[in-house]
């Protein structure tokens, strides 16, 4: 089930791997948006083929953005396999042992 | 938990869909956030470059064998309309989605938009599930899950005495 119940490693986990894909996407997005073509994060080419203008900002930095933020769900997904929340038991009872409450 | 057991739908018994869970409510924030962006990328980016003019007719037309044809060639007769109606469309449902607004008013336009999206762009290459199916399902799931109601305006907008007055408006909010 979900839990109510967050540690600190659920509240650095929400807000990393969050800020890093709002960051990533969102922030990023609306700079290359803004300061002209090409508006998204490929480049443009005329006719010929030839790049005639680049992004501003370089995509690998934007999905190195968004894949170091599944690394942060990754690591607090293996941390939390190792340290289990403690929940309660579905009598309502508290738990005698750590007991995974996802 | 003073629910008894429901074998058929395991998830009832502990999930009570309020998702209560900070996981669940961050989570159905992120895609309503991020699905906003996708939307109103698009939607700036054909304001800034062709303003209120935006050609989308021509692709409408091309639809007309397809499962929508007639829904999208009847859009196609109104071409000065669509020019301005999809790019601030896009937009609209962008932000809307963004602050959380009106989310699942402008959810039923993103349907709209990638249900359009996906029988016309036809991109079946890698079988029918592709990433505009997959846009059109964020969209409904983002309905379902009453999306603007985590970390969006629409909670706020909710606990009005004007909407607590007029229940039914929200289904066209959260």
């Known amino acids: 089930m979900q839990s109510n119940d967050v540690d600190l490693a659920d509240r650095l986990a929400i807000a990393l791997s969050g800020g890093l894909l709002l960051l990533g996407v969102v922030v990023t997005g609306l700079i290359e948006t803004l300061d002209g073509a090409p508006r998204g994060a490929a480049p443009v080419t005329n006719d010929a083929g030839e790049v005639i203008a680049q992004p501003t900002i370089d995509p690998n930095i934007r999905?190195?953005?968004?894949?170091?933020?599944?690394?942060?769900l990754l690591v607090y997904a293996l941390y939390r396999?190792?340290?289990?929340?403690?929940?309660?038991?579905?009598?309502?009872?508290p738990a005698t042992e750590s007991y995974p409450s996802d | 938990m003073g629910m008894s057991y429901d074998a058929a739908t395991p998830l009832r018994n502990e999930v009570d869909f309020e998702l209560?869970?900070?996981?669940?409510?961050?989570?159905?924030?992120?895609?309503?956030?991020?699905?906003?962006?996708?939307?109103f990328h698009s939607g700036v980016g054909k304001l800034l470059d062709s303003g209120l003019n935006f050609g989308a007719?021509?692709?409408?037309?091309?639809?007309?064998?397809?499962?929508?044809?007639?829904?999208?060639?009847?859009?196609?007769?109104?071409?000065?309309?669509?020019?301005?109606?999809?790019?601030l469309g896009e937009t609209a449902i962008g932000l809307g989605l963004m602050f959380g607004v009106l989310v699942r008013l402008a959810?039923?336009?993103g349907v709209?938009?990638?249900?359009?999206?996906f029988v016309g762009n036809a991109s079946f290459g890698h079988g029918l599930v592709n990433s505009d199916l997959m846009g059109m399902l964020l969209f409904v799931t983002i309905i379902v899950f009453a999306a603007g109601r985590y970390y969006g305006l629409d909670a706020l907008?909710?606990?009005?005495?004007?909407?607590?007055?007029?229940?039914?408006?929200?289904?066209?909010?959260?």
Do not use: C
């Open chain 1, 63 to 72: 999905t190195a953005l968004v894949v170091a933020a599944l690394l942060v």
């Open chain 1, 81 to 93: 396999v190792a340290v289990p929340h403690v929940g309660t038991t579905k009598s309502g009872e």
């Open chain 2, 20 to 39: 209560s869970g900070p996981w669940a409510a961050y989570w159905v924030a992120m895609l309503r956030v991020l699905t906003g962006w996708w939307f």
């Open chain 2, 57 to 87: 007719a021509g692709y409408l037309q091309g639809m007309s064998g397809t499962t929508l044809g007639p829904l999208a060639t009847f859009l196609a007769g109104f071409p000065d309309l669509l020019g301005a109606l999809v790019p």
């Open chain 2, 107 to 109: 959810s039923f336009f």
């Open chain 2, 112 to 117: 709209l938009f990638m249900g359009l999206f």
């Open chain 2, 157 to 174: 907008i909710e606990r009005t005495e004007f909407v607590q007055n007029r229940p039914r408006l929200k289904y066209l909010l959260g």
